[in-house]
């Protein structure tokens, strides 16, 4: 700490040393680290938690957080969510099936309904937060969910076939959101 | 705003008034939050579109872009995108398909074309640029095109495989320019 | 520069335009441009070269980073890792196949061996390092490996599932490293 009087002057040195000092603070409260971005694009349900949960997570750290709903993503935030997300097993050798089935198998019928039966149980159990449930925290925390109005429009959707709160608009706002912070990411 | 005088002696507290004034604008003009950096990896047409139209949106706000092509995205900027960019519907129960067919259909033969005919003119029949328009968009705003040239090695791709205006490196290329800016994403 | 001399007072000018020159500096030693955190969500052999590429890059150009390896990502910091990394080209028309194949054909038993077997040949071929010498390198360049302790838990995984010198953690710990970087990709 300098001089406490205000009113003496200082040299180049004294004011040097001041300046590295605030400017090191500030960057310390960079408001980048406080700023969060996501994109979701994927519209199974395996994808749909990260984006949810690193967004009430950072919200919950007291990061400023926007969601970005894009292509397949859209289908986390439509009304029927439920029934649209789905995870298929086929192409994906790394998902954990009971039983290490071939993937002329795992392409009959039934196979999509049985592996996202198994998926849903086996999160349910371990107490992780259903899709709803962490729907439901982004909102209560302040999270912005924006639906991608260029694909809703290709995908033939309108604005009443999304959860409500809701915000509608494209890759400019995205950017305008992600720019600002430090953690972006394309899910 | 302090004395006007330049030659005034500022006191300590002055000082760190001015020096706050000054690092706050210096973060809002942020060199991070002018540019973005993406890696293009997937190589089927829906995974074309989002590194190609968030790099030309980033760049129309007047931030500095690159796009690195990595893996099966080499195919985005290969001479033969239009053939080599195709949708698989097969594994991704979240594609809208014209009817819900179980994926032991989908991994017909034909299957493939149809899906991606089908994008496309649902694509164009709402007024979203080709990957060509894209690219061209891309090249005339200034966006980096960068070609990965590790895996164009063990693709067994050369320079000429390549649409004009493409640069070669590697993942350290890559690394300084993202770096350097806040928006990063893995498309 | 102006005077040297540490004891001639400052008037307002010469300390905004000695401000305005430590502001610049700092921000050119950004402590964000020093840091990179990925997340690994993927769990077949193609998709597990990308976040060890790039954080033995970043780490080796003197980043610091963290890669934290969630739901099927979980594979590759797994002890047998070398048996669970597959490549499946079901769904990815982009995987370049030694014969194109329809997808009714890539999805019958013995084809995810095939190509897990032709792609290590390929990069072996080009020299590009085997996962487990990129897990050795992230290691000794202290790149931080951090396993997502809830899909641990979902997945039925134990600590000693994985490979020495992994850490466990939450999507808290990844924020609160993503946040001080600017590279942050979700992969």
Known sequence: ?????????????????LVRDEVRRALERDPGTRKAAFIASKGTLDWA?????????????????AVFFTFYGLN???????????VDPVGNPAMP????????????PGMVPAATAMMKRRFASHNVA???????????????????????????YTEDDFVAGVEFGGAA????EARRGHVTLFV
């Open 173 to 176: 706002m995205f950017l305008s």
């Open 130 to 156: 259903t899709i709803g449930e962490l729907l439901d925290a982004a909102r209560e925390s302040g999270v912005r969910l924006i639906a991608c109005q260029m694909t809703m429009d290709v995908f033939g």
């Open 76 to 86: 986390i935030i439509h009304r029927d969510f439920e029934r649209k997300l789905k």
């Open 49 to 65: 938690y990260p984006p949810l949960i690193l967004s009430t997570t950072a919200a919950a750290s007291g990061m400023e957080v």
């Open 97 to 108: 099936m009971p039983v290490r089935v071939p993937d002329v198998l795992t392409a009959m």
């Open 1 to 17: 700490m300098l001089d406490e009087t205000t009113t003496a002057p200082l040299g180049e040195e004294e004011v040097r040393t």
